[in-house]
Structures are given as C-alpha cells and as structure tokens.
C-alpha cells in the first residue's frame, strides 16, 4: 500500500542550514549534508531544501549543495526557493535533485509550469502555493506569505494540475507557526477536486496534528520543520504512532 | 567490473551514479555503443515522457544496440517501461524485451503515484535478502499490468508487476537509487548478478 510521506524541510542560507537545529549528536547542525543523512537514518521519506539566500552567489552554492547532498542520500529530495527558470531546473536536477519546487515564479509565469513539465516530465514539479484565509476565501500570497493576490486558492490549484505539476505544496499562512495543526479543511478539499498528490504544511505542533492532516485533511504527505529539528518529534515516535492509528506508514 | 549507466539525455543519471559509488563502485557514463557493449553490467535509466524518450534513443541507435546486450541490464523507471513492446504514453513503440504493454492508472487514484510502497511476490534473485513487502520509492503514471515477466507487484489502485525478468534484461519500476537500504541491496544483487545466471544456466 502507498504510505503517507513524513518529510523535513531544512531552509539553506548560503550553503547552510538557518534554523537553529537541537540535533546534539551532529558534528555539525549547520552542515546540511549531514543533517539531511541523519533525517534519512532517521526514517524520514523524503527532504525539502528551500533555499532562502538572496546572493548573486546563490545559484552556484545551490548547486554544489544540490551535488554534495545527492552524494550521500538514499532517498529522494526536493529543492524550493527563488527557482525561476527552465536553466534554474536544468542545473539543479543535473546535479541530482529529484524535484524542485516553483512558487511565487509560477505565479508571475504560469507557463513555466508547462515547460517545467514538458521538459523534464511532471513528478519532478512540486508547485508550492501560500495561502491565507480572508473572510472565508483561501487567497494566494506571494513573497513568504507577505504579498496578497487575487488568485483563488482552489482555482490556481486547478489551473497548475491542468498545467503539469506533479505535486502540489499546500502552506496555510494562517497555520504556519502556530503549532496548532494543519489546515484541514483546505487540504481535504484540495485534495478532493484535484487527482494529484497534495503535501500539507504549516502549522505542525504534535503527533495529533499529522495524524488529523492524513486523516481529515487527506493529505498525501506532511512537512514540517522545527518539530523535527528542535526534536519536539521524533520520527520514529510519529510513525508508530499513526501506524497505530491505522494510517499507512513505512517503518 | 565495468559498470555503465546509458547516457542518451533522459533522467536523473546523477543520482543512481552515487549510489553505485555508495556501494564501493564506480559507474561511468555513455551513449557509446561499443561502451555499452563492453560493459559487464548496464543500467539504464530513465525519467520523463516516453515518446520523447524513445525519439532520442532512435535518434542515437541505441534502440537498436540495447535489445542484443547479452550482459546484465537493469531498466529504471520509464527506461523500464521503454523496454516493454508498446506505452500508452505518446502512443510509443517499445524496444519489445519484455512481453507487456504499459498503461496509465487511472483515476480512481492520485495520479502519478508519488512515494513508498511495498513489492510483494518477489521471484528473483534480484531480491536475495530483500523482504517481502519492504517499501521502495515509486513516482509513475504509467504501469505495467501483471504479466509473464513479473519478479515484484505492487499495489496502486490495481496489482500490478513493479519488476521484471528476461533473460539477461531486468526492469524495475522503482528506484532503487533512491530506495534507502532495500534499494541498496537490489542494485548490490544487480551487480552480483552475473556469476550467478552463469551458473545458473550449466
């Protein structure tokens, strides 16, 4: 049976990982080739990088980055942020990255998508989208969350299915942060008018929350970050948990 | 041992490459035919659309090269898919190794299937050491339904061979580059393989 991925995201800023990360038995927190490999030992399905550095170095760190951690890991990986053109994907996945992941660009482009998908076929396109609920409709946001839109949430996850995306990566901003769950509602909807895989992300706090977003929210993947880097869950705990809970996991 | 992985423009070669090296090996990249002839073990990747896939083997004459291998190859993903007779995607003609035709799921599930799921059924050497039911990593909208050939099923939506044997040709659906541990023991069995058939066939 198809299992439900549990998936860390690591935000890189100039070749390293940002957040503070509570992984005592690290050589190096900071060094994202080797926390990726102990997220892997750990039982995580799959990583996301989103790369939050804004340097004119930016896109041959990226890439080295993308090579070093390609060396090492088993299994697959995605990387996010300020990804904005066929060359940027090219690279990355010449490098070794599985999939990548396009956001604001494919808002002020929506045609990227297609030639994404064309090119390099569409499990390797996640879209992510950014939302927030605005008396009672779910708007796109751009830049982080910061910059609203007119786009509908529902519409514009439409369109990107219909335009080749392989994925899609679902953050609720009112959820993001907070600890207090997923946004499930929305998920579930998603997750209803499209056919393809949806990752929930935002607002994970406890093993609860991952167990509601697969089960309410019908989410086909779930990523959070500092819950697993300030270890307030260990993977392991959170799969034989939903294992329990009758939700298909790979342990 | 020399080791190829064909080159012929499709697919994340980068990744199975490093995991051949994870394994204490080294692989080298080609769309040479008398490299690939040469080689003691091929794997041939692939990931992408089928159509323009085989386009690109046509356009290089590989179509013609890899069906009289005579040592050990190991298709991945669609380059699996490529070596069945024919593929809903692009309405493509195959390189016709394996006796089956691939198709796409439908849409009672979520296409493609993105993820871990388990092998059942496993019939192969292919297999030594590895369990019934572990997971491997798939991505696909394209399947091959259970035919002849098949060494490992999965089940999404319907059963259907996740692996397949023929001869020297070996074909997986997922990748085991991208496997963890199980995929490890699978391309480690790969690359043992031949001594073993040889004995096998005295």
């Known amino acids: ?251 | 041992m020399k080791i190829v992985i064909i080159d012929y423009g499709a697919g994340n070669i980068q990744s199975i490459k490093f995991a051949i090296k994870r394994l204490g090996y080294e692989a080298d990249l080609s769309s040479d035919a008398e490299e690939i002839r040469n080689a003691d073990k091929v794997i041939f990747p692939g990931v992408g659309e089928a159509g323009s896939a085989m386009r690109m083997l046509r356009s290089t004459g590989l179509d013609k090269v890899i069906p009289t291998l005579k040592h050990p190859v190991l298709g991945i993903c669609l380059g699996m898919q490529l070596m069945c007779n024919y593929s809903e995607e692009g309405d493509t003609k195959g390189l016709g190794i394996f006796d089956a035709d691939v198709k796409r799921f439908d849409n009672s599930v979520k296409v493609p299937q993105i993820g871990w799921n388990q092998i059942t059924n496993l019939d192969s050497h292919l297999f030594d050491h590895v369990e019934n039911g572990e997971y491997v990593y798939l991505v696909h909208s394209y399947y091959v339904p259970e035919c002849a050939d098949e060494i490992a099923r999965t089940e999404y939506g319907v059963n259907y061979s996740t692996a397949l044997h023929r001869g020297n040709f070996y074909g997986v659906q997922f990748h085991p580059e991208k496997s963890s541990k199980t995929g490890e023991q699978i391309l480690k069995n790969f690359l043992k393989l031949e001594l073993r058939t040889k004995s096998d066939e005295v």
Not at chain 1, 3 to 29: E, Q, S, Y
Request: hydrophobic content about 45%; charged content about 25%.
């Open chain 1, 1 to 251: 049976m198809l299992t439900k991925r549990i998936i860390p995201c690591l935000d890189i800023k100039n070749g390293r990982t940002v957040k503070g990360v509570n992984f005592i038995d690290l050589r190096d927190a900071g060094d994202p080739v080797e926390l990726a490999a102990a997220y892997a030992e750990k039982g995580a399905d799959e990583l996301v990088f989103l790369d939050i550095s804004a340097t004119e170095e930016k896109r041959k760190t990226l890439a080295k980055l993308v090579l070093d951690v390609a060396e090492q890991l088993n299994i697959p990986f995605t990387v996010g942020g300020g990804i904005s053109s066929v060359e940027d994907v090219d690279i990355l996945l010449k490098n070794g990255a599985d999939k990548v992941s396009i956001n604001s660009s494919a808002v002020k482009n929506p045609d990227l998508i297609n030639q994404l998908s064309d090119k390099f076929g569409s499990q390797c396109v996640v879209v992510a989208i950014d939302a927030k609920n605005i008396d009672g409709k779910w708007k796109v946001h751009l830049v982080g969350g910061k910059v609203p839109t007119d786009l509908d949430l529902f519409e514009w996850a439409k369109e990107v299915e219909l335009r080749g995306a392989g994925e899609i990566l679902f953050t609720s901003m009112d959820h993001d942060g907070t600890k207090n769950g997923f946004a499930n509602e929305a998920l579930a909807r998603l997750s209803e008018e499209l056919n393809i895989p949806i990752i929930a992300s935002g607002g994970a706090g406890n093993i609860q929350h991952f167990q509601d977003t697969f089960q309410k929210g019908k989410a086909d993947a779930a990523l959070a970050a500092s819950v697993f880097h300030f270890k307030e869950i260990e993977i392991s705990d959170l799969k034989n948990q939903l294992k329990t809970a009758g939700i298909p996991v790979r342990i």
